[in-house]
């Protein structure tokens, strides 16, 4: 059997794989610290049981269950948690989990419950493991064809009519994302809610066109709307991918073949389009970041004090700010800057060095390589310049 441990604390993760290996020499034990590295271990092995702490940064151990039973549905679940509050235990039975840990876990505990996990997992596997073997294996097979032709790829001999036999009429959903790293995580978010979706509304299925961009095909059932599958998606998606992302809907298809073209054009819009993102506390992030900014621009601002002031991580603050305010952090702050400079220079006889000073520049000799840059003046010739146009405008009158 295969046990994954899910835990930030490194104490409590050996401390369990300790116990477990001593009762049970022969099960692989696994560890990760945080659900970014427990997704990379779900997908590249067979995992039977997951012990996950509740509370770990970036989402709770409740939700990592959650997002992942879609395509894990033989896993048992165990939750370890150091608080016992009721609605904890309560929403992990809900979920399925197979029990409730409290910290520190006895070593007696432990062991009885692992024993009896063993019995479960060995009975099923005798059950399902040809069906299983076979579905999954159909699954992939399917996905891979089809991507492959949704791709415009060659796909040999492969015969696409049972798609076109199941989905007489459908629709594409593309979602992509937006980062400068790799997003594991994300991509296997996306790629668990939206399955869970269409099996909710309907069904279809969910194909990876690359590392950050996924496909569902969908035929919604009658009685529900494609809106209703893409708003919740939506909804999702914002609380969960922490990097920017945009959803693409097609119009309704009957033409199978007409598939590889809307892929290519779905592409092409999406650079056209508003990535939504992430923000804790809803969608007021950058609004109260552009508001800290405007009152403490002429203070020793950074991306990472602002980052902070919304609780979001820099990188991926640097993103949304781009993306929402059309300037990166750093022109976005040298533009205001630059801003209230030119109304001290306009309107009052402040020497250079208190401009400087009032609008976050300690040294007078950068503000004014900073200006010139900007203005292709000095300070001082912009000044001249604007007496010497005020001079002659009152003398025309």
């Known amino acids: 059997m295969n046990i994954l441990i899910v835990d930030d604390e490194n104490v409590i993760r050996e401390g369990i794989k300790r116990t477990i290996r001593k009762a049970f020499p022969e099960h692989d034990v696994q560890l990760a610290a945080n659900p ?16 996950t702490d509740i509370l770990m940064p970036g ?29 904890y235990a309560k929403e992990a039975v809900r979920l399925g989990a197979k029990d409730y840990l409290l910290k520190p876990i006895g070593k007696d505990l432990l062991v009885s419950m692992i024993a009896q ?26 996905e891979a064809v089809f991507q492959r032709w949704a791709m415009g790829l060659d796909i040999g001999n492969m015969d696409i009519a049972p798609f076109v036999e199941r989905h007489p009429q459908f629709q594409l959903a593309l979602i992509k ?3 400068d790293n790799t997003v594991h995580l994300e991509h296997y978010i996306v790629e668990n809610v939206l399955t869970e979706l269409i099996e909710r509304y309907g069904e279809g299925f969910v194909t990876s066109l690359d590392g950050k961009s996924l496909l569902g095909l969908i035929t919604v059932d009658e009685g529900y709307g494609i809106k209703i599958l893409t708003d919740e998606l939506r909804m999702h998606l914002k609380k969960y991918v922490k990097v920017p992302f945009q959803i693409q809907l097609s119009d309704e298809i009957s033409d199978f073949n007409s598939i590889p073209a809307i892929i290519q054009k779905m592409g092409r819009d999406s650079g056209t389009l508003e990535f939504d993102y992430y923000a804790p506390g809803g ?48 022109e976005y702050v040298t533009g205001l800057r630059m801003e209230k400079a030119i109304h001290l220079l306009e309107h009052t006889q402040l ?45 025309c009158h």
Not at 36 to 51: P, Q
Not at 379 to 394: D, N
């Open 177 to 179: 994302m937006e980062s």
């Open 59 to 87: 989402m709770t151990g409740l939700e990592f269950m959650k997002l992942s039973r879609s395509s894990h549905p033989h896993i048992k679940w165990v939750i370890i948690s150091a608080y016992s509050e009721f609605a």
């Open 36 to 51: 970014d590295e427990a997704v990379m271990i779900l997908r590249s092995g067979h995992i039977d049981v997951v012990l």
């Open 283 to 330: 969608n007021r992030a950058m609004e109260v970041a552009v508001q800290y900014i405007r009152a403490n621009y002429n203070t020793d601002v950074t991306l990472e004090k602002v980052a902070s002031v919304v609780f979001l991580n820099p990188a991926y603050f640097s993103q949304v700010f781009k993306q929402k305010t059309g300037s990166g952090f750093k």
């Open 351 to 395: 020497k250079l060095v208190d401009i400087a000073e009032k609008i976050g520049y300690q040294d007078v000799k950068h503000f004014t390589q900073v200006f010139r840059k900007r203005m292709n003046v000095t300070p001082t010739e912009y000044r001249q310049r604007v007496a010497t146009e005020s001079s002659m405008s009152q003398a």
């Open 117 to 142: 996990l063993v019995e479960e997992v060995e009975r099923e596997a005798e059950m399902e493991q040809e069906a299983k073997m076979l579905r999954s294996n159909l699954k992939f097979l399917r």
